[in-house]
């Protein structure tokens, strides 16, 4: 048996690998290394720490001093804080849908790196999903 049949199957598995893109749904751009499922969004898993590490900040919609009132600390903050932002099951009508898809207002996160589509489709996903504290 030759070696040339196998180094040319090598090497054509290399230029056909070399092409393909990475289908992990990490951007590199995005603020955050959140990376949500296509279903079955979890709260404190997906949605929370993407708050996190996006928008309860400081000067934003943490708490303490802040530049808004909605604060994104927690589960009951975003849902029973006074400000109706997420209407269960409906993403297109949930004004945080809006805001981080830059929709209506600024878009949010407000002078920071948008959200990647992985992370927006996410939000849509739990909000279709019941907006559950899960």
Same mark, same amino acid.
């Given at each position: ?14 230029? *056909?690998?070399? &092409? ?7 951007? +590199?751009?995005?603020? @955050?290394?959140? %990376?949500?499922? =296509? ?38 903050? *975003?849902?029973? &804080? ?7 099951? +409906?993403?297109?009508? @949930?004004?945080? %849908?809006?805001? =981080? ?34």
């Amino acid at each position: 048996m030759t070696l040339r049949p196998v180094i040319s199957l090598l090497a054509l598995l290399a230029l *056909l690998g070399w &092409g393909c893109k990475d289908e992990n749904p990490v951007d +590199e751009d995005s603020p @955050s290394n959140v %990376v949500f499922p =296509i279903s079955n969004v979890s709260y404190a898993q997906h949605v929370q720490p993407l708050f996190n590490q996006t928008c309860a900040l400081t000067g934003c919609h943490g708490d303490g001093q802040q530049q808004s009132a909605l604060r994104l600390t927690s589960y009951d903050n *975003l849902m029973f &804080g006074g400000q109706l932002v997420v209407i269960r099951g +409906e993403p297109a009508q @949930s004004v945080i %849908v809006m805001r =981080i898809e830059g929709r209506v207002g600024e878009r949010m996160p407000l002078n920071r790196r948008a959200l990647n589509q992985n992370q927006i489709n996410g939000i849509r996903a739990w909000i279709s999903e019941g907006a559950l504290n899960n």
